[in-house]
């Protein structure tokens, strides 16, 4: 079987752009792949192929789920990568959107059919989305970072050019295989403070969103990220403040960022990430008993 499933052939696409999202290490604090999934939802995006795990997975790393069905029968769901399509009559471009866990292995040959898939449908832009860890503090606005095959993108963006040198993800061999094909790319990355990584980041997810647009020409309604956003803020903000250490360690950064001036990175006071992580427990609950 090849890797490549087509489920429907997508026709008449305009202009489109291909957003690529990978949990993972590329993923900070969930924040790409949470931006992928929340514009194909607003998109009402629709499934049209995927590609077989056999050949890039290690199921013993990525671990297929059990679920059962109608309480009985037992199905195995595997790590697939499902591409989307998003047909925006409004903006100047169709999207497809490709999610799923980064690949284990063969990265070049994964790489050769998302290219591949992209000339099949006349992508003219491919955009990956990517969230780091860095020493910041979460009471700022989250810095995008960012690279692309037309250094007029970059300026135009407004994007913070990376100089990062090491080791790399699949977002990034993608990057340099579509670059190889001739296909314009973008890579573009949030920044997730390095102590709060273990929670979900849906601020972090916004800036991606809000970036994204302004890079594909294509808006969406994000007032249900906003509303997550603030939340969570909220209750970091609330987290920190309950212990004297983390504040201090927090002031420390947030010193650091508004001087404009690196530093090395200070040793997380002990117990912050169990802290905060309580907090967030704790106000899950609550919006839990608020809802019901």
Same mark, same amino acid.
């Not at 960012?146 to 061999?173: C, H, K, M």
């Given at each position: 079987?090849?890797?490549?499933?087509?489920?429907?052939?997508?026709?008449?696409?305009?202009?489109? #752009?291909?957003?690529?999202?990978?949990?993972?290490?590329?993923?900070?604090?969930?924040?790409?792949?949470?931006?992928?999934?929340?514009?194909?939802? $607003?998109? !009402?995006?629709?499934? *049209?192929?995927?590609? %077989?795990?056999?050949?890039?997975?290690?199921?013993?790393?990525?671990?297929?789920?059990?679920?059962?069905?109608?309480?009985? #029968?037992?199905?195995?769901?595997?790590?697939?990568?499902?591409? *989307?399509?998003?047909?925006?009559?409004?903006?100047?471009?169709?999207?497809?959107?490709?999610?799923?866990?980064?690949?284990?292995?063969?990265?070049?040959?994964?790489?050769?059919?998302?290219?591949?898939?992209?000339?099949?449908? @006349?992508?003219?832009?491919?955009?990956?989305?990517?969230?780091?860890?860095?020493? +910041?503090?979460? $009471?700022?606005?989250?810095?995008?970072?960012?690279?692309?095959? !037309?250094?007029?993108?970059?300026?135009?963006? !407004?994007?913070?050019?990376? &100089?990062?040198?090491?080791?790399?993800? +699949?977002?990034?061999?993608?990057?340099?295989?579509?670059?190889?094909? @001739?296909?314009?790319?973008?890579?573009?990355?949030?920044?997730?403070?390095?102590?709060?990584?273990?929670?979900?980041?849906?601020?972090?997810?916004?800036?991606?969103?809000?970036?994204?647009?302004?890079?594909?020409?294509?808006?969406?309604?994000?007032?249900?990220?906003?509303?997550?956003?603030? %939340?969570?803020?909220?209750?970091? &903000?609330?987290?920190?403040?309950?212990?004297?250490?983390?504040?201090? *360690?927090?002031?420390?950064?947030?010193?650091?960022?508004?001087?404009?001036?690196?530093?090395?990175?200070? !040793?997380?006071?002990? @117990?912050?990430?169990?802290?905060?992580?309580?907090?967030?427990?704790? *106000?899950?609950?609550?919006? @839990?008993?608020?809802?019901?």
């Amino acid at each position: 079987m090849a890797p490549l499933i087509w489920e429907r052939r997508p026709e008449a696409l305009r202009a489109p #752009a291909l957003v690529c999202a990978f949990k993972g290490w590329n993923d900070a604090a969930d924040a790409a792949s949470a931006a992928a999934a929340f514009v194909a939802a $607003s998109l !009402d995006a629709e499934r *049209f192929a995927r590609i %077989d795990p056999d050949d890039f997975y290690d199921f013993q790393a990525t671990r297929p789920h059990v679920k059962l069905s109608e309480g009985r #029968a037992r199905e195995i769901q595997w790590p697939d990568v499902c591409i *989307f399509e998003a047909r925006v009559p409004r903006a100047p471009r169709d999207l497809l959107i490709l999610t799923g866990a980064e690949p284990s292995m063969r990265w070049r040959s994964f790489c050769q059919l998302v290219v591949d898939l992209s000339e099949a449908l @006349g992508v003219q832009l491919v955009v990956t989305l990517g969230a780091l860890l860095a020493d +910041i503090p979460h $009471s700022r606005p989250t810095a995008i970072t960012g690279l692309a095959s !037309d250094d007029a993108l970059i300026e135009r963006l !407004d994007l913070q050019g990376s &100089n990062y040198e090491g080791p790399t993800g +699949i977002v990034g061999v993608l990057h340099a295989a579509c670059a190889d094909a @001739g296909i314009p790319s973008a890579s573009l990355w949030a920044a997730v403070p390095h102590y709060i990584a273990a929670a979900p980041n849906p601020k972090a997810a916004l800036a991606l969103v809000r970036k994204l647009e302004g890079l594909v020409g294509v808006s969406v309604d994000g007032s249900e990220l906003e509303a997550a956003a603030a %939340d969570y803020e909220r209750q970091v &903000n609330l987290a920190v403040q309950s212990d004297d250490d983390v504040r201090a *360690f927090v002031e420390r950064l947030e010193r650091a960022a508004d001087e404009e001036r690196p530093q090395e990175r200070p !040793d997380v006071p002990t @117990g912050a990430g169990d802290v905060i992580a309580r907090e967030f427990q704790r *106000f899950l609950r609550q919006r @839990g008993s608020d809802a019901s």
